[in-house]
């Protein structure tokens, strides 16, 4: 990316324009949790340092690109975006870094993430301290301080990544406190603290009797992960909910085939008949 010479003066720009605006929150870096995460990471015109911030995204493929009721290959891939960048390039696939696969052929258990996520964390704690790149703007080299802003993702990956228990526990959300005897109530729970959510963490980490593990995630709904050994990470402010199992396939899915009665194989029968007539 830093060999592109629109990369650096892209984020500039972009940095510029966000601070000039004053239409609303229309980015990342102008919500409050940025200021607050990353002070160290604000745009300078007479910086000679790149400070920036990127997302992980993790999910699982199924190689065989079948339907979910066939046979299930699951290749896991671990992505990395520029949070800097301007939302028109951000996501695009020559600025998306891919840093890890997770083999095939089924999705791994708390362990192996961990143990993957490790290589990872060791490289991204080591840009947290600085190097030296030399890039178009700076040919003798400037130095590139990197850190991680946000873990994106559906639940499912998100939940075993940041080191939550599965939606299905008691304790269900990664974010707040609400209970899945509450969850009728469609209220709030009171919000997840960072150290305490950190501070549980490191305590399953510290437990050796499986037995033990299970009382303590049973408790808290929390377990082990490896983001956790990044001193800035914040495992509740940095986690957004993901909107395509909660939005996409919960409540739409809801109101399209429960509440308006929508029958998908009669649909699909329609379509077919019109392509037939045509």
């Not at 892209?10 to 949790?33: F, H, V």
């Not at 995204?57 to 949070?83: E, I, R, Y």
């Not at 990044?230 to 996409?248: A, C, E, K, R, S």
Request: proline letters at 5%; aromatic letters at 10%; glycine letters at 4%.
């Amino acid at each position: 990316m830093w060999f592109v010479p629109q990369a650096e003066k892209s984020i500039e720009n972009w940095k510029e324009a966000l601070i000039t605006t004053s239409n609303g929150i229309s980015d990342y870096q102008q919500l409050p949790a940025w200021e607050a995460l990353y002070p160290q990471l604000q745009w300078s015109p007479s910086s000679t340092t790149l400070k920036l911030a990127f997302s992980l995204f993790t999910d699982w493929f199924n190689l065989l690109s079948n339907k979910a009721s066939g046979k299930q290959v699951s290749l896991g891939v671990l992505a990395l975006n520029c949070l800097n960048l301007p939302p028109t390039s951000r996501w695009k696939t020559n600025n998306t870094f891919i840093s890890g696969l997770v083999p095939e052929p089924s999705q791994p258990n708390l362990v192996t993430i961990n143990n993957i996520l490790t290589i990872f964390i060791d490289e991204i704690a080591l840009l947290d301290l600085g190097i030296i790149i030399q890039t178009p703007h700076y040919p003798k080299g400037c130095k590139v301080v990197v850190q991680l802003g946000c873990l994106i993702g559906d639940l499912v990956a998100n939940q075993k990544v940041v080191g939550s228990a599965s939606h299905l526990h008691t304790q269900f959300c990664s974010w707040c406190e609400c209970l899945t005897a509450d969850i009728q109530h469609l209220k709030l729970g009171r919000l997840q603290q960072k150290w305490i959510v950190k501070d549980c963490s490191h305590q399953f980490k510290e437990l050796r009797n499986e037995a033990e593990r299970t009382r303590m995630v049973k408790k808290t709904g929390i377990r082990w992960s490896e983001l956790n050994c990044l001193h800035y990470w914040d495992p509740v402010q940095q986690t957004p909910l993901g909107i395509m199992h909660n939005w996409f396939e919960g409540i739409l899915q809801h109101h399209f085939f429960h509440q308006w009665r929508w029958d998908l194989e009669k649909l699909e029968l329609d379509n077919n008949a019109n392509k037939d007539s045509d």
